[in-house]
């Protein structure tokens, strides 16, 4: 079976009118007209590799606030091939730096770029991202990264510092979610959460970090459903119609991310350290949800 082959993309917008323009690319290698997107380098991150796509191919900067569907097909010698797309705001245009692959760029309406698409799939694409309705909010959630075990620490467990591994984690989370562009940055009160989101607040020229006890694990677990019910509106309330980036607790996620679904199933919302959420609005709305 070959190794399957990782790629990821965009649809990349921008205000037009009463409505917005959405941007192709012409690849005169397959005289093709598709929304830009190309292979993973190595272990890339989907969203890094995203977003590194859409700027060789477009030259523009896009800010992910959504994901949207994703491809999955053969190529034509069998191999597998899975395309990652997120939708993108414009934030600044630029040559095209990837000349070999791409020698057009096109800004359309939704309905006119539909039509210019050579492929039914990307066509699926880009009607999910037309059918968005503005969106007000984007939060990034986290949890934090790799702290050692609990039983191993002596002192207090507030003071428990993320390891080597999680130091890798979190220079790996302040990669992604500086894409994002989070105005705020939010910690739980353990020295681990803090820890946690410290590469991203470098990578943001130095922003501060503000540590709220709503996002940290009570004492007792029995607690931590209601402290987690707490959480989320806390969340909203932090929320306004920014983009705050969240350090949270293992405890507290599930539920957190459960309630703002309004499910009472916490299962499916469980997190590893030093993985997290997209969560995303329009207004009062909660548009999707999705691992990053």
């Known amino acids: 079976m070959p190794e399957p082959v990782r790629a990821a993309g965009g649809v990349l917008f921008r205000p037009a009118g009463d409505g917005i323009e959405v941007c192709l690319v012409h ?14 380098d190595g272990d890339e991150h989907p969203l890094a590799g995203a977003v590194r796509e859409v700027a060789e191919e477009t030259g523009c900067t896009g800010v992910p606030s959504l994901k949207l569907p994703t491809l999955a097909y053969d190529l034509p010698d069998g191999t597998p091939k899975t395309v990652d797309f997120w939708l993108m705001r414009l934030a600044g245009e630029g040559p095209v730096v990837d000349t070999a692959e791409v020698d ?16 039914d799939d990307e066509r699926g694409v880009l009607d999910r991202a037309a059918e968005v309705p503005p969106i007000t909010s984007v939060v990034a959630l986290v949890r ?7 039983k191993e620490w002596k002192g207090n467990d507030a003071l428990r510092p993320i390891d080597e591994r999680g130091r890798r984690q979190a220079e790996r989370i302040g990669e992604v979610l500086a894409l994002l562009r989070p105005d705020r940055l939010i910690s739980a009160t353990p020295l ?6 410290e590469p991203l607040a470098e990578r943001l020229g130095g922003a501060s970090i503000v540590q709220d006890g709503a996002f940290a694990e009570p ?19 932090l929320r306004g119609d920014g983009r705050p980036a969240i350090c949270s607790q293992g405890k507290i996620m599930p539920t957190l991310l459960a309630t703002l679904h309004d499910q009472a ?11 997290g959420w997209l969560l995303t609005w329009a207004g009062d709305r909660l548009l999707d949800a999705s691992r990053i």
């Open 265 to 275: 199933d916490p299962e499916p919302y469980k997190t590893s350290k030093g993985d």
């Open 27 to 40: 690849r005169p290698r397959y005289d093709d007209w598709a929304l830009p997107k190309g292979k993973l």
């Open 192 to 197: 681990r959460c803090k820890q946690t989101l």
């Open 144 to 150: 934090h990264a790799h702290a050692g075990e609990r």
């Open 104 to 119: 057009e760029v096109a800004w359309l309406p939704p309905a006119e770029a539909r039509e210019r698409l050579s492929y």
């Open 219 to 237: 004492p007792e677990a029995e607690e931590a459903a209601a402290k987690a019910k707490v959480a989320a509106q806390r969340l909203l309330d």
